[in-house]
């Protein structure tokens, strides 16, 4: 599935609504529809879209009534910036290996066989990680901040050297790493002679250099 | 604005294309009409919504064309668990005096007056940056890895603790961390009354605890 289908998926606000019902409990569709008063058909519709991109699932409780819950970790980060449109999205799924060793770890010796206190273990764990999960996101704030400095900076400079608009376009593209002669005339849109042209004269003014196939900052 | 209206913004195709186009060079309206192959008329409806969101801005270059760009540094991260549903919005944007330190440290002793060896410099920068930004996402992934894992041995406690589907519901919140008589009733949706009972009840069993106006995990 194209990862950028999630964003059609959480662009409608009664599905986010749904979402965030079902992650305090799970719920059946009745439920949900007097709670979000939406109808039971938009509910079961919303549903269906939910399940087919594996984010809620069913089952079904001892009297046969039918529940949804969410199915799967999952984490999306946008980001946006001046010269870059990303996407990306994480399954958070732990591996077998990784699922063992967690295991052996919350089972083991220093947690007694007493169910409750191993529940407030649990409990004392996952607010520590989501202390953590805090922290590493503060530090990607910060680490985001310089970068769109630093390329605030690049642009300014590059405004500065580049003699017109192509030129300061291919220089837009090259800082954020090497690119290859093609992907340079398709980003641009521009036809491969003039990318030539472009490129030899950037070249000469020794701004841009080229190594193995890929164009970069010199 | 509400931050989750992003999501409403970004959960359009036609949008998240613009972007993308606009992260690559600043455009006028035609252009991105025929690269996206959409009618003017609907591409200046969409840079009218991303303009009022704050992600886009226009500026006429010395033709009197107008142009859009991307306005701002914006990440969104989206996190969804079988117990979270959560959306956090940054606006990137570098205090005065971040920015103060970040230009003295670019433009410092530490690099020459050459334009091109600047821009070198703010090029291997904005890449190792990058790079960062990629290894504190995988750390980032790591922990909702473990995060999931103890969520889910918690859930397995709590099925097998709790006496009724109440009980549960009750148990699954607390585990997030602790949460007020009132929010408890509120977010499961149930009498105050009922709530009084089963958190009673969950406490003789000595899987609740309450201090200072907050219930917990015992």
């Not at 042209?197 to 250099?209: D, N, S």
Request: with cysteine; aromatic share 6%; charged share 25%.
């Amino acid at each position: 599935m194209d990862t950028t289908y999630l964003l059609d998926i959480l662009g409608n606000e009664n599905r986010r609504n749904i979402l965030n019902l079902l992650s305090y409990r799970p719920c059946y569709v009745t439920e949900i529809s007097e709670e979000l008063k939406v109808s039971p058909k938009a509910i079961i519709d919303h549903l269906k879209i939910l399940e087919e991109a594996g984010l809620v699932e069913s089952f079904h409780d001892q009297h046969g009534r039918k529940y949804y819950q969410i199915a799967n970790n999952v984490m999306i980060e946008v980001s946006i910036s001046p010269i870059s449109f990303q996407v990306e999205v994480t399954r958070v799924e732990a591996g077998a290996d990784e699922q063992k060793m967690l295991r052996d770890r919350f089972h083991g010796d220093r947690i007694s066989g007493d169910v409750v206190e191993r529940l407030k273990y649990l409990c004392e764990e996952a607010q520590r990680l989501a202390q953590t999960s805090l922290e590493l996101r503060e530090t990607q704030r910060n680490v985001q901040n310089m970068l769109s400095e630093v390329t605030s900076m690049s642009i300014e400079i590059i405004n500065e050297v580049a003699a017109d608009q192509i030129e300061a376009e291919i220089l837009y593209l090259l800082v954020k790493g090497p690119v290859s002669f093609e992907e340079i005339a398709g980003r641009l849109n521009i036809p491969l002679p003039v990318a030539r042209t472009e490129l030899a004269r950037l070249m000469k003014k020794g701004l841009v250099t080229y190594r193995t196939g890929q164009w970069s900052i010199a």
